[in-house]
T-cell receptor, first 110, second 117 residues
Framework: GENVEQHPSTLSVQEGDSAVIKCTYS??????FPWYKQELGKGPQLIID?????GEKKDQRIAVTLNKTAKHFSLHITETQPEDSAVYFC?????????FGTGTRLTVIP | GAVVSQHPSRVICKSGTSVKIECRSL??????MFWYRQFPKQSLMLMAT?????????EQGVEKDKFLINHASLTLSTLTVTSAHPEDSSFYIC?????????????FGPGTRLTVL
């Protein structure tokens, strides 16, 4: 199966700074990579996704980059705000199933 | 994105009882529904995948007789935890996907917190 690794496990940034979360995957057959934000006690919310036919995608303050050769993808959040504080999960789609990273707890300090 | 609801949001039950959790896709027909469980401070673990009108496919290590899944319609799937025990206490989350536009995007419900006493 697919193995997704995510780093760092925790990340603290000052409000207004950028945050970067990185993930690697093991199987080159994976072709879809979503990112989810999960607030305490709630279900994961899709915030951005990218398919293997593009290298970068941006949506306002959030961007995702994909390096297929190196098999890694990253989430970039700019101008962070306190409401960005949450746990973020990356995932890779392999054999019609999503394989999740272990999560990153992001804390934005006001 | 899709709107997914779960009911109940929280449930507390005694050991040995059965609990049913509903997952509804509110604004589109979900060809496939997934059930996950999540322990505190951990990632999501896929339990099973269900397609409308067919039997669910369970992941290795998940007891199909203990976690009964019914996907009777394109908008409703249910997970029944039978003879629940304290170790079944967890956060159960469903997700839905729709293949109409050949998309693999999964949209998650708000989750159900199960506590077994």
């Amino acid at each position: 199966g697919e193995n997704v690794e995510q780093h760092p496990s925790t990340l603290s940034v000052q409000e207004g700074d950028s945050a970067v979360i990185k993930c690697t995957y093991s199987d080159s057959a994976s072709n879809y990579f979503p990112w989810y934000k999960q607030e305490l006690g709630k279900g994961p919310q899709l915030i951005i996704d990218i398919r293997s036919n593009v290298g970068e995608k941006k949506d306002q303050r959030i961007a995702v980059t994909l390096n297929k050769t190196a098999k890694h993808f990253s989430l970039h959040i700019t101008e962070t705000q306190p409401e960005d504080s949450a746990v973020y999960f990356c995932a890779a789609l392999w054999a019609n199933n999503l394989f999740f990273g272990t999560g990153t707890r992001l804390t934005v300090i006001p | 994105g899709a709107v997914v609801s779960q009911h109940p949001s929280r449930v507390i039950c005694k050991s040995g009882t059965s609990v049913k959790i509903e997952c509804r896709s509110l604004d589109f027909q979900a060809t496939t529904m997934f059930w996950y469980r999540q322990f505190p401070k951990q990632s999501l673990m896929l339990m099973a995948t269900s397609n409308e009108g067919s039997k669910a496919t369970y992941e290795q290590g998940v007891e199909k007789d203990k976690f009964l899944i019914n996907h009777a319609s394109l908008t409703l799937s249910t997970l029944t935890v039978t003879s629940a025990h304290p170790e079944d206490s967890s956060f159960y989350i469903c997700s839905v996907t729709e293949k109409r536009w050949v998309t693999d995007t999964q949209y998650f419900g708000p989750g159900t917190r199960l506590t077994v006493l």
